[in-house]
């Protein structure tokens, strides 16, 4: 959560001056307006392209935050967004969570690939590019060769390095998959909004162009490592396209943003370590 309120310039072209800001833990940074959250922003085009989606997107059994439209009409102003408020809070509910991403992704599949999607990551980094390059490492030939040739693979901890090795270990028990590509929201573990009989919230997408069993493997691997989900989520969901592959690959981006991201800490690599060792017995 940010300390920063959103500026009262940004409260007043949002329509929100006589609205006194009140942080929230569970919006990524957001500051609730009466019935509007104002959010920091740190990649524009993601944010429009989100707020562009969320806007007319309908998905059963989904709540989805709508985008509020500054008075001028624009979606992101001076590095904040704002949305409608949502009642709930995250709840270790882990197969409502993947049920809904299933939903979600009938749904996205209609949706056309952003071409930010297609970036490079670039130095410095942005939390923006280590997801991207983390994503990269799980699918290409050589897990990390294209961060290695242009010399942007950053020094790590030791933690981070066991996390490399893993990555490498992993990598040759991949096989090539069939599942097409789509637009897939890439972090459901965490995000979802539970309140009472309502039905589940979700207050942003974070893209990704892949499968969409991947991105429900990538909930697993969430609960699985650091939400005290079940050993046997993993199993209840087997019946999902080539989920095996799908689980390799979301335990490799998860271990890559652990290695690549600066906030990492050395006590969410256990929890991992014990998630690979599972999809190992898996395949």
């Not at 001056?17 to 959010?39: F, M, Q, T």
């Not at 102003?77 to 809904?100: F, I, M, N, Q």
């Not at 993993?234 to 906030?263: D, G, S």
Request: aromatic residues 8%; charged residues 20%; contains cysteine.
């Amino acid at each position: 959560m940010t300390a920063v309120e959103p500026p009262e310039h940004v409260r007043s072209t949002f329509g929100l001056r006589e609205e006194a800001p009140v942080p929230l833990g569970n919006w990524d940074g957001g500051w609730r307006c009466g019935d509007v959250v104002l959010s920091p922003v740190t990649d524009h085009a993601r944010a429009a392209w989100s707020a562009k989606v969320r806007e007319t997107l309908r998905v059963d059994g989904l709540r989805l935050a709508r985008p509020v439209r500054a008075t001028d009409g624009r979606y992101v102003v001076s590095g904040w967004r704002a949305d409608t408020y949502l009642e709930g809070v995250p709840e270790p509910r882990h197969d409502e969570v993947v049920s809904l991403s299933l939903r979600l992704h009938q749904v996205t599949a209609q949706l056309e690939r952003p071409r930010f999607l297609a970036a490079q990551p670039v130095a410095p980094w942005a939390d923006v590019d280590v997801f991207a390059a983390a994503d990269r490492a799980a699918w290409e030939a050589v897990p990390l060769r294209s961060l290695k040739m242009g010399g942007m693979l950053p020094a790590t901890s030791p933690d981070g390095d066991r996390s490399l090795t893993l990555i490498t270990q992993l990598s040759t028990l991949r096989k090539p998959v069939t599942t097409p590509a789509q637009l897939v929201h890439g972090d459901l573990f965490g995000t979802v909004l539970f309140s009472g009989g309502f039905a589940p919230g979700l207050t942003d997408i974070t893209p990704y162009w892949r499968p969409a069993p991947w991105a429900a493997a990538v909930i697993v691997v969430d609960a699985l490592s650091w939400g005290g989900a079940d050993d046997g989520l993993m199993e209840r969901w087997r019946e999902l396209p080539e989920w095996p592959q799908m689980l390799v690959r979301a335990v490799m981006f998860r271990l890559a943003v652990h290695a690549l991201h600066p906030r990492s800490t050395p006590e969410a690599f256990p929890g991992l370590a014990r998630t690979a060792d599972m999809t190992r017995l898996m395949l």
